[in-house]
């Protein structure tokens, strides 16, 4: 078995370091501000289970760094809107790491959400179900 040399507990925790994270609480309250753009990282497949955030971007994890960047051919307009961005997973990990990537390219205003989409469902945030 191979043997990694930074573990991917470390890497979330690392990352945490760097970047903003909203409580859920705090995330929730933001829900009806203009300035505010959740973006939703999770898979297809848990938003279809599990709802997502009303109004939230879905963004597939992989993509992200591209629908970002104005000078790749993936590029999103929904991400040149000057919004403050909040991102958000499962968990928080996923997002964590997201985030600290965008930091890294420069881009912002970013940030995440503790605790991911379960923090919010338990902070009392509203669900948009798909069916
Ligand atoms: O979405 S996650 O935090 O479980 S990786």
Redesign the pocket.
Known sequence: MTTLTLSSDELVRRAKARIESLTAEDAVALLDDPNTRFVDL?DVRELQREGTVPGALHCPRGMLEFWVDPDSPYHKDAFASGQRFVLF??????SALATQQLVEMGFGPVCDIEG?FKAWREAGGTVDKKD
């Open positions: 999770r997973c499962a968990l928080g990990h996923r991911g």
